[in-house]
C-alpha cells in the first residue's frame, strides 16, 4: 500500500489532491483527526480538494449539506477554504487547476449523488479527472465500498493518509501481538458487529468485560468463561440502563489488571447522567492503568471520553466506528483494499 508517509514534500508539487476525509459526527473530533494531512497536503501540494459526506440522505438536502464545515477549515487552516456547492466536474477541474498555489477546496455532501453509495465507476472517474493523486484519511468510512473510497482508486495513483495509516497500524498492534492480558470491554448497540469481534478476538483476549445493550442478548448466544458479564443493573421501568455498582467494581478490577485494553461502546445509557456512572466508572479505570496501552473508539465513547476530559490520556483514539468493528473483527474493510491493491 502506498503512505503519504513515505512521500516528500517536492514530489506534491504539482500536484492537485484529492484528500477523502469523514465529517459525520455531531461535533468536528474526526475532522481534527483529518487535519495533520491536510495541513500536509495544503502546505506542500499545488491544490486540495476535500471529498467527503455526511448523514445518510437521500438526493439533495440541505441539512445535511457540508457547507458550515467550510468556516470550521478556514479557521482550522489559517487560510480561504473554497465551498464548491455543485457536481459539475468539468467547471470544478477548471477551478481548481486555475487555483493559486496551496488553494484549497471542499465538494458538497458526495452522497447527495446516489452514486457514491453505489460505488459507481462513471462517478469515481469524474472525481479522479478532478486531481492527480487521492489520499484516504477517512478510516471511518473505509469499511464501505463508495465511489470516493473504493472505486476511485482505480483511476488514480492513490495513497493512505496519516490518519489512516496510524489506524491500520495501532488496531493492528492491539489485534496481532498484545501485550497481555487484553481485556476488551464492549457495550453500546451494533451487537452484530460486537459478537463478531468477540469472535474473531476470542483466542487473544483474556476477558471481555460487556454491558450496554449487548448484555441481554450474549448471555443467550455467546457462552464464553472469558466473557464477563454484569452481576447487578440499575434499571428503569424494567429495562436495563447501567451497570450496578458491584459490575463496576469488578470491571475497574479486571482493567487495572490489563497490559492493552480496546474499549467500544459506553455500559449505559450516557445521554442521562443518572445511568452513565457505570461508563464513568470503567473511563477512569482504563486512563488509571497507566502501564497498559489502552485503544478507545466509536463515536459515543469518544464524545464521552472527551466530556470527561480524559481522552488525552488513551494511546490511540479510532475515529472509526463500524469501521473500527469491522476491523477488530478480522474483515477486510474495501477501502484499505482497494489501497493494497493498487500498484
Ligand atoms: C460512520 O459514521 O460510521 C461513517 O461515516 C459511515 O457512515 P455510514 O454508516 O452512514 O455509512
Same mark, same amino acid.
Given at each position: 500500500m502506498g503512505y503519504l508517509s513515505q512521500l516528500k514534500p517536492q514530489e506534491l508539487k504539482n500536484k492537485v489532491c484529492l484528500l477523502r476525509l469523514d465529517f459525520?459526527?455531531? %461535533?468536528?473530533w474526526r475532522l481534527d483527526a483529518g487535519l495533520p494531512t491536510l495541513k500536509f497536503l495544503a502546505k506542500n501540494c499545488k491544490a486540495v480538494v476535500i471529498l467527503s459526506h455526511k448523514g445518510r440522505p437521500e438526493g439533495f438536502d440541505r441539512s445535511l449539506s457540508l457547507k458550515p464545515i467550510t468556516k470550521i477549515l478556514r479557521k482550522a487552516l489559517g487560510k480561504t477554504v473554497t465551498f464548491v456547492p455543485h457536481f459539475r466536474f468539468l467547471e470544478i477541474r477548471e477551478l481548481v487547476h486555475a487555483s493559486p498555489r496551496g488553494a484549497v477546496f471542499l465538494l458538497e455532501n458526495l452522497r447527495f449523488l446516489e452514486e457514491e453509495a453505489d460505488n459507481n465507476e462513471i462517478l469515481a472517474e469524474h472525481l479522479a479527472s478532478i486531481g492527480n493523486i487521492y489520499v484516504n484519511d477517512a478510516f471511518a468510512v473505509s469499511h464501505r465500498a463508495n465511489a470516493s473510497v473504493v472505486a476511485i482508486t482505480k483511476y488514480i495513483k492513490s495513497y493512505a493518509g496519516f490518519g489512516l495509516e496510524s489506524e491500520i497500524k495501532n488496531l493492528s498492534r492491539v489485534m496481532t501481538a498484545p501485550k497481555q492480558p487484553l481485556a476488551v470491554i464492549l457495550g453500546g448497540l451494533k451487537i452484530e458487529d460486537k459478537m463478531q469481534v468477540i469472535d474473531n478476538l476470542k483466542d487473544r483476549t483474556v476477558s471481555f468485560l460487556v454491558g450496554g445493550a449487548l448484555t441481554s442478548e450474549i448471555l443467550d448466544q455467546l457462552k464464553s468463561p472469558k466473557i464477563i458479564l454484569p452481576v447487578d443493573f440499575k434499571k428503569d421501568d424494567g429495562e436495563i440502563k447501567d451497570i450496578g455498582r458491584k459490575t463496576a467494581n469488578f470491571f475497574q478490577k479486571e482493567i487495572a489488571k490489563a497490559q492493552t485494553i480496546i474499549w467500544n461502546g459506553p455500559?449505559? %445509557?450516557?445521554?442521562?447522567n443518572k445511568f452513565s456512572h457505570g461508563t464513568k466508572a470503567v473511563a477512569q479505570a482504563v486512563v488509571k492503568n497507566k502501564k497498559a496501552f489502552k485503544v478507545v473508539g466509536g463515536g459515543e465513547t469518544v464524545m464521552f471520553l472527551k466530556k470527561l476530559k480524559l481522552d488525552k490520556k488513551i494511546n490511540f483514539i479510532s475515529t472509526g466506528g463500524g469501521a473500527m468493528l469491522d476491523f477488530l473483527a478480522g474483515k477486510v474493510l474495501p477501502g484499505i483494499k482497494a489501497l493494497e491493491n493498487h500498484d
Amino acid at each position: 500500500m502506498g503512505y503519504l508517509s513515505q512521500l516528500k514534500p517536492q514530489e506534491l508539487k504539482n500536484k492537485v489532491c484529492l484528500l477523502r476525509l469523514d465529517f459525520n459526527t455531531e %461535533d468536528n473530533w474526526r475532522l481534527d483527526a483529518g487535519l495533520p494531512t491536510l495541513k500536509f497536503l495544503a502546505k506542500n501540494c499545488k491544490a486540495v480538494v476535500i471529498l467527503s459526506h455526511k448523514g445518510r440522505p437521500e438526493g439533495f438536502d440541505r441539512s445535511l449539506s457540508l457547507k458550515p464545515i467550510t468556516k470550521i477549515l478556514r479557521k482550522a487552516l489559517g487560510k480561504t477554504v473554497t465551498f464548491v456547492p455543485h457536481f459539475r466536474f468539468l467547471e470544478i477541474r477548471e477551478l481548481v487547476h486555475a487555483s493559486p498555489r496551496g488553494a484549497v477546496f471542499l465538494l458538497e455532501n458526495l452522497r447527495f449523488l446516489e452514486e457514491e453509495a453505489d460505488n459507481n465507476e462513471i462517478l469515481a472517474e469524474h472525481l479522479a479527472s478532478i486531481g492527480n493523486i487521492y489520499v484516504n484519511d477517512a478510516f471511518a468510512v473505509s469499511h464501505r465500498a463508495n465511489a470516493s473510497v473504493v472505486a476511485i482508486t482505480k483511476y488514480i495513483k492513490s495513497y493512505a493518509g496519516f490518519g489512516l495509516e496510524s489506524e491500520i497500524k495501532n488496531l493492528s498492534r492491539v489485534m496481532t501481538a498484545p501485550k497481555q492480558p487484553l481485556a476488551v470491554i464492549l457495550g453500546g448497540l451494533k451487537i452484530e458487529d460486537k459478537m463478531q469481534v468477540i469472535d474473531n478476538l476470542k483466542d487473544r483476549t483474556v476477558s471481555f468485560l460487556v454491558g450496554g445493550a449487548l448484555t441481554s442478548e450474549i448471555l443467550d448466544q455467546l457462552k464464553s468463561p472469558k466473557i464477563i458479564l454484569p452481576v447487578d443493573f440499575k434499571k428503569d421501568d424494567g429495562e436495563i440502563k447501567d451497570i450496578g455498582r458491584k459490575t463496576a467494581n469488578f470491571f475497574q478490577k479486571e482493567i487495572a489488571k490489563a497490559q492493552t485494553i480496546i474499549w467500544n461502546g459506553p455500559v449505559g %445509557d450516557i445521554n442521562k447522567n443518572k445511568f452513565s456512572h457505570g461508563t464513568k466508572a470503567v473511563a477512569q479505570a482504563v486512563v488509571k492503568n497507566k502501564k497498559a496501552f489502552k485503544v478507545v473508539g466509536g463515536g459515543e465513547t469518544v464524545m464521552f471520553l472527551k466530556k470527561l476530559k480524559l481522552d488525552k490520556k488513551i494511546n490511540f483514539i479510532s475515529t472509526g466506528g463500524g469501521a473500527m468493528l469491522d476491523f477488530l473483527a478480522g474483515k477486510v474493510l474495501p477501502g484499505i483494499k482497494a489501497l493494497e491493491n493498487h500498484d
